[in-house]
């Protein structure tokens, strides 16, 4: 079914599940308790469920106790229409386990108050901002129509592979490594850095750092690249 408006999950008492449904508007994941430990938010009530977020999805916990968004135990694929983000002003930590099914999203990003953990495929749709702080995403896709997405702030890792664009589409889309923060790099573990056509391409001033991996690229590539063998072959 879906819920036309904004919806409100509080889960400072108690463990709380998200089903698999369409919702028309912002979602929000609230904690506001001061005891210890972690409360979790688990989406999908069951294996195979599909979660829809038209608008955007946020991360508050305001208390000390921490608030952690659980996508692996169902691992639902997950459609995100506006921006991912943690907003709450509490000592407790805000975390997102992603699971291993496939994350759309088509806004921004933003782990910088917080963390999140990756074993699937992220699809990034739109013209939009990742700050990854340090995550580790498995399978990284930039694909939308014409889209653009800079990734700002510390290192962003990608463990399986980097795909830019769609050789199908003819689309020109783009992964923006940002120049003016300090340490800005996107860091390849082990896959194949693609750009799968001819007007795709990889630009900004920070760096791509190809670890122990190949690259294959059929379109631009106008960032600085750094290969780094230190723990297998390129």
Same mark, same amino acid.
């Given at each position: 079914?879906?819920?036309?408006?904004?919806?409100?999950?509080?889960?400072?008492?108690?463990?709380?599940?998200?089903?698999?449904?369409?919702?028309?508007?912002?979602?929000?994941?609230?904690?506001?308790?001061?005891?210890?430990?972690?409360?979790?938010?688990?989406?999908?009530?069951?294996?195979?469920?599909?979660?829809?977020? %038209?608008? +955007? &999805?946020?991360?508050?916990? =305001?208390?000390?106790?921490? *608030?952690? #968004?659980? $996508?692996? /135990? @169902?691992?639902?694929?997950?459609?995100?229409?506006?921006?991912?983000?943690?907003?709450?002003?509490?000592?407790?930590?805000?975390?997102?386990?992603?699971?291993?099914?496939?994350?759309?999203?088509?806004?921004?990003?933003?782990?910088?108050?917080?963390?999140?953990?990756?074993?699937?495929?992220?699809?990034?749709?739109? %013209?939009? +901002? &990742?700050?990854?702080?340090? =995550?580790?995403?498995?399978? *990284?896709? #930039?694909? $939308?129509? /014409? @889209?653009?997405?800079?990734?700002?702030?510390?290192?962003?890792?990608?463990?399986?592979?980097?795909?830019?664009?769609?050789?199908?589409?003819?689309?020109?889309?783009?992964?923006?490594?940002?120049?003016?923060?300090?340490?800005?790099?996107?860091?390849?573990?082990?896959?194949?850095?693609?750009?799968?056509?001819?007007?795709?391409?990889?630009?900004?001033?920070?760096?791509?750092?190809?670890?122990?991996?190949?690259?294959?690229?059929?379109?631009?590539?106008?960032?600085?690249?750094?290969?780094?063998?230190?723990?297998?072959?390129?």
């Amino acid at each position: 079914g879906t819920i036309s408006c904004d919806v409100t999950f509080y889960t400072t008492f108690a463990a709380i599940v998200a089903s698999g449904r369409t919702y028309g508007g912002d979602v929000e994941f609230y904690n506001t308790s001061n005891f210890n430990g972690t409360t979790n938010a688990t989406l999908g009530e069951t294996l195979g469920a599909t979660v829809i977020i %038209t608008g +955007n &999805l946020s991360v508050k916990a =305001t208390g000390k106790q921490n *608030l952690n #968004i659980d $996508g692996l /135990t @169902n691992s639902p694929d997950v459609q995100v229409g506006g921006n991912i983000d943690y907003t709450g002003t509490g000592s407790g930590s805000e975390s997102i386990d992603m699971g291993i099914g496939l994350w759309t999203v088509t806004g921004s990003i933003d782990f910088s108050n917080g963390s999140a953990t990756h074993d699937g495929t992220l699809l990034m749709n739109g %013209t939009a +901002n &990742l700050i990854a702080n340090n =995550t580790t995403f498995f399978d *990284l896709v #930039i694909n $939308g129509n /014409t @889209n653009t997405v800079t990734v700002t702030g510390s290192n962003t890792k990608v463990a399986g592979t980097l795909t830019i664009g769609n050789v199908a589409d003819g689309n020109s889309d783009t992964l923006d490594i940002a120049s003016g923060f300090s340490g800005t790099s996107t860091t390849v573990g082990s896959g194949v850095v693609f750009t799968a056509s001819g007007s795709d391409s990889i630009t900004g001033s920070g760096t791509l750092i190809m670890q122990n991996s190949s690259l294959e690229t059929d379109g631009t590539l106008s960032a600085n690249v750094r290969y780094d063998a230190t723990n297998g072959d390129l």
